[in-house]
């Protein structure tokens, strides 16, 4: 009895031992505690197949084979990731349902697809995790961390569904866990076939990374780029790829920065004539913004806001017009504008020198957005101007891209006033005060898929206190919550950009602003929650740089790469040489981290039909010639002479005809003598008339 007794509990314990170990294999996160050879499932369950000599010896294997030589999850050479079967009843999500036009955001797809053909795709795909706290996120294996950090700087700019957070955030959710099994960490030294896209730069990007330990946790340095500009007032980029970097200054010249770091000599747009600039501090009058057109590229149009003389309205009480004014690039020259393009958009009188805004802005959508400030207006200023005060303290929406010659912008339909009776069409939300520049965040969508217009704004009209806006159409800022409410302060806020560049991850997916005193601050977003804190930026030395950022702040710039800049001057008077261009970096690595380098291309030449043939007029941004006075016909060619050439003349410039032998003067009304032919050739017409009605009344007396 007593050995059946001990032989039963020996079955039991038995039993249990067989159960713990179930248990373990099926509880996701235990996979870095199983031995080495029950870690090699497929992710349907499935053991790996091992590869033949003869496949591995394949002079073309593929990329997937190619980093699985000896055992994989695909079965075939030719196998990929999407033609693999799983023999579970319910496959996974496929992780390359994402595909780039970059062709090396499409080389980290198709090396992350490999996964699926790992012989450890089990563990690899074991992210629940990610599947509960985010769902319909992609689904993506476990990514190494230096490895997730590559493909988030590479891919971010292409995939703005998939890159909703910063660096560190996004690798937190999609990044393996330390000792544990992760893409492509496990196989870097197992591979015998050929190196893939990426892995074969890790080593040598691991090594060359330069890392401060003891730097500060916000602390960044102020490179400086460029000095002796003339009032900067603030920094954009045309989205060519040509890497320019183009400087408003106040006084009205554009200056060019090139991907070299150069500063052309010739301005590539002056107009400093029709500029009205203020020299002191707190006048705000000047070259206010520059936005270029999407299409920059093919139809050459940028949009610049200035103030101005008030000609049209030199009776009433205005101070200056804020003028909204297209250009295109010259024919012959891509860093020169050509100002004989010039034509108005929009004017808007006002009465203060403060609290103007201007900014121009074009958003996701495609529509160009002009943000004004209230000008300081009262109630009773209001009643002194015209209609046009209506678009004080407001954010305007026009669509640019219209084929009428007549009407320089058309009206959105779905503008919250487009049926309106008492509001202008062209509002798109109001309320605003100060607005100190916005920028489009267009890597985040909020809810509703929209992506993020975010600027800064004062609380009143005389309030010391700053705040944070998220545009949204038709909303009422006057009352509406802000994003962040900013404490009380001397200076006024200053708009920046959302950090979207390559050059610090610490930086990624914050927004970048200050105030007028120099104090520079941080905005971050929580992926989860979408709560918003605020932190100093502080600036101090590296060794990468050590430059700081002394003086007056006066705007902040973004190049095409996403990086952020800022500028300064230690000097308030337009006419002084003071102004700096900083670029702002991160001092724990290195300035030009190899996987942010990008080719600059050389500008191109206008393309287009309409800008090759379009001589006497102006191309529309779709691509339609509008002539100028004097011309007609299909791309302006004909000119107009009124009135019409006599005597055989043709007209080749308006009101002037190129004339035969024996004829002269402007419409060839001249002989050969200079007498004029009116008188006698009027006679003539009589003479003809008479003698054609005499001739009737015979055929009719006959």
Known sequence: MRLLLLQLALALALAAAAAVAVANLSTPGREAELPPR?????????????????????????????????????????????????????????PTIFSSNDTRCSKFLEEIGCARCSPHSQALFRTSRVADILPGRPFLPRLCQDYCARFYYTCGAHLPELFQADVDEFCQYYGGREHSLC?????????????????????????KEDVKRKQKPNCYCALEVVSGLRQPAGAVHCGDGSQRLFILEKEGFVRILTASMELLKEPFLDIHKLVQSGTKGADERGLLSLAFHPGYKANGKLYVSYTTNPERWAAGPHDHILRVVEYTVSRKDPNQVDPRTSHILMEVAELHRKHLGGQLLFGPDGLLHVFLGDGMITLDD?????????????????????????????????????????QPPELFAHGLHDPGRCAVDRHYMDGNGSLLIICTDSRGRNSTTGRILQILKGEDYEHAPAVFELPPSSAPPVGGFVYRGCQ??????????????????????????????????CLGSGRSCSSTLVGQLLGFGEDELGEVYVLATSKTAAQSDSGKLYKLMDPKRPLFPKECQRPAEPPELLGAVCARHCKNGRCTPTGACCCGSGWHGPFCRTAKCEPGCRNGGVCVEPNKCLCKSSFSGAFCEKDERGVELRARDGLLDQIIDMTSYLLDLTSYIV
Not at 508 to 531: A, E, I, M
């Open 183 to 207: 893409f492509p960490d496990f196989h870097r030294k197992q591979t015998r076939g050929p190196t893939s896209n990426y892995l074969d730069l890790m080593e040598d990007y691991e090594n």
């Open 504 to 537: 610090s991850r610490r930086l990624y997916g914050s927004y970048v602003f200050g105030d007028r005193g120099g104090n520079l601050q941080l905005l971050q977003r929580h992926w989860v929650g979408h709560s918003w804190h605020e932190k100093p930026l």
């Open 38 to 94: 029950r870690r090699r499932r497929c992710a349907d369950g499935g053991a790996p197949r091992r590869l033949r000599n003869r496949a591995r010896g394949s002079p073309t294997p593929g990329l997937c084979h190619g980093l699985y030589p000896r055992a994989s999850c695909c079965p075939s050479s030719g196998a990929s990731v999407h033609h693999h079967h799983h023999r579970s009843s319910t496959p996974r999500p496929d």
């Open 382 to 422: 209001m009643e002194e101007m015209d209609g046009l005060s209506d678009f004080t303290g407001a954010v305007l929406r026009v669509d640019v891209d219209t084929d009428s010659c007549n009407t320089p912008y058309t009206i959105p339909r779905n503008n919250p006033y487009f049926n309106s009776t008492n």
